[in-house]
């Protein structure tokens, strides 16, 4: 069948249209979680990427799964924050907002800055929906908005007429609306349609009415901007320059996915990956399920428990053994995960973290998991925990926890956070001759752990104290599993009373060893000063941000992030001794403060923040002026 794509031409100019170029741009699309704004503003952000800016996003989902359309609980948004430079974090002020209903508007337009541009959905500010938003009188005729440069167009209207040859039903063609104001936000900053056109028919190639409607309707909000008269002026915002290379925008449950399946290539083992769906750690499952070619098998478990006991038994099995959940998850898990440290298998846990306790803020992010991925077992119970830093950094984050699972025999935490996996960057796609290597051994026949008819010894150690990975069903290497305490060297039931010192020692010791196989902390900025910035997880870019423009003041800042947490890098200590004062940023009441200062002895200070939403540049830029 072939299917005409009629176009919406171009209207000539009437007047002439300044344009400025600015050096980054950070803008927000929002509106009712029906209004398609993660769409528009993922779209935004390709189109970004391919024009060659650098990029970093926010987006913001609803807590509730369908709140009351038009109420303050249902607003979604998405934040994209696009340079000619390299950038870190996706903005603190805005200087654009789209906002589709009066409940978007009251909920984010604390955020626009003075003299900042709102585009407004004028047709959306019913009497109805200024109620359900809590305004007494209308916000676009009262003259509250007098300190910004207001666009209001009349969305829903312009789309219907866009969208009327096609013959959609009024609530098919309201949800084109999204597209009507991406072209003209397409229009304002100069973007290109061409890419979200292409993805349109792609998307909609077996449904030709839709496909059309949504062409008419992007079309048609980018003609809007060519001839409406109300701002006659568009902005460009150059290429950055970057690296060169390929590059792809990814999120951090994209790279977390594409990591753990080159790390199961590189290590030559198939990818068993079982979990719960729980937000905002489902993408994951979502990502791998589509890689089956690779040599993944996903599992959707009935809960939690049973998740990660099929990823401990595909460990025991010789395959690299996964899941992944949020907080409420790694409290389900904690006692299987108590058996894998038992057992000392490779397994790989990645707790996505999300605002708690309970259910919490599902859709919001927080760092609040850390003391939990430590202590949060019965008995002494230690595994590595790591932290990626960013979206793309979840990949080598991915590869270095199976690297070390492997290596160690141990459980290994992934620490990323809500703000990480649904945020977007520029991701350099790295050569495949430059990855690190990933080397696992079985052995084959108790040669060198009996001799003769001396039984296989399953827990006798190597110099790392690390205990063979025996594969099940090995000729001779028959050992025994599972949840009670073990006899040094032979692996049987014990519950003698040194022994279980013992191995309790050991086995904290083998974590402490991974200490000799990691990087050292290393710092950006000064080697010693008046102020050191530590940091974990999703703080990184909005540290880093902050300490170069205390730095550019003259300020003797530094930052260091950590992104080993247990073990912590061994020079941590010496760093941290350096500095007069430490700082300590972090999206919860004081965690890696506890430990830094239970460990180091170091009398650090912490800035925390427990509200769902990720620490603003000046929020920490301030902090480090009252320091000094």
Not at 274 to 282: E, G, K, N, V
């Amino acid at each position: 069948m072939t299917v005409s794509h009629p176009t919406v031409e171009a209207i000539p100019r009437t007047h002439d249209v300044e344009v400025k170029e600015l050096d980054a741009v950070t803008i927000r699309f929002c509106g009712d979680s029906g209004d398609g704004m993660q769409l528009a503003g993922t779209q935004f952000t390709n189109v970004s990427a391919i024009v060659g800016n650098d990029i970093s996003t926010l987006p913001d989902f609803p807590a509730e799964i369908r709140a009351p359309a038009g109420t303050l609980a249902g607003v979604s948004g998405f934040q994209v924050h696009f340079s000619s430079h390299d950038i870190h974090t996706p903005g603190d002020q805005l200087n654009t907002l789209v906002a589709m209903n009066p409940a978007a508007l009251k909920t984010n337009l604390k955020d626009l800055e003075p003299g900042g541009i709102l585009i407004i959905n004028s047709d959306a500010f019913t009497t109805s929906d200024l109620h359900k938003a809590g305004y007494t009188s209308n916000p676009l005729e009262d003259n509250s908005l007098k300190g910004y440069r207001v666009l209001r167009i009349p969305i829903n209207t312009l789309n219907r007429e866009a969208v009327a040859p096609v013959k959609l039903s009024p609530r098919e063609a309201d949800r084109c609306k999204n597209f009507f104001a991406l072209g003209f936000v397409y229009w304002l900053y100069e973007r290109p349609l061409e890419p979200t056109l292409r993805w349109i028919r792609e998307k909609f190639s077996k449904n030709p009415a839709v496909l059309e409607a949504n062409t008419r309707s992007l079309k048609a909000g980018y003609n809007y901007g060519e001839t409406v008269e109300t701002l006659p002026v568009h902005y460009r915002v150059p290429k950055a320059h970057i690296k060169p290379g390929k590059y792809r925008k990814i999120t951090g449950n994209e790279a977390l996915a594409i990591g753990l399946v080159t790390a199961a290539s590189l290590a030559n083992k198939p990818l068993v990956y079982a979990s719960y769906p729980i937000t905002p750690a489902s993408d994951i499952l979502h990502q791998l399920a589509e890689l089956k070619r690779f040599g993944v098998r996903t599992i959707q478990a009935e809960d939690e428990i049973a998740a990660v006991g099929m990823a401990i038994g595909a460990a025991f099995g010789g395959a690299l053994g996964v899941t992944a959940t949020s907080g409420p998850g790694i409290c389900l898990k904690s006692e299987a995960i108590g058996l894998a440290v038992m057992t000392e298998l490779p397994v790989v846990i990645i707790d996505v973290q999300r605002g708690g306790p309970s259910t919490g803020l599902p859709t919001k992010t927080e760092q609040a998991d850390l003391l939990q991925a430590m202590f949060g077992r019965n008995g002494e119970c230690p595994a590595v925990v790591l932290a990626p830093r960013s979206p793309a950094d979840c990949f080598d984050v991915a590869l270095e926890a199976v690297r070390l699972a492997f290596r160690f025999m141990t459980p290994v935490f992934v620490l990323s956070d809500g703000y990480i996996a649904n945020g977007a960057e520029p991701w350099l796609i790295p050569q495949i001759d430059r990855l690190p290597s990933i080397a696992v051994h079985h052995p084959s026949s108790p040669n060198g752990n009996g001799h003769g008819d001396v039984p296989f010894l399953p827990y006798k150690r190597d110099e790392r104290l690390v205990r063979p990975w025996a594969l099940p069903g090995t000729p001779g290497l028959e050992h025994r599993i599972g949840g009670l305490e073990k006899e040094d060297i032979t692996g049987n039931v014990s519950y003698d009373p040194i022994n279980h010192e013992r191995m309790v020692r050991i086995r904290a010791q083998k974590v402490a060893n991974v200490a000799k196989e990691i990087p050292e902390l290393t710092v950006e900025g000064p080697p010693e000063g008046d102020l050191l910035v530590i940091g974990w997880g999703g703080t990184y870019g909005t540290t880093l941000t902050a300490v170069q423009r205390a730095q550019r003041k003259g300020y003797k800042v530094a930052q260091a992030h950590l992104r080993y947490l247990n073990p912590m890098p061994r020079n941590t200590g010496d760093v941290l001794r350096r500095y007069k004062k430490v700082l300590v940023p972090e999206l919860n009441s004081g965690q890696l403060l506890l430990l830094l200062r239970g460990t180091y002895l170091v009398d650090a200070v912490g800035l925390n923040k427990v509200q769902g939403r990720p620490f603003l540049v000046s929020e920490i830029e301030q902090k480090i002026e009252q320091m000094l």
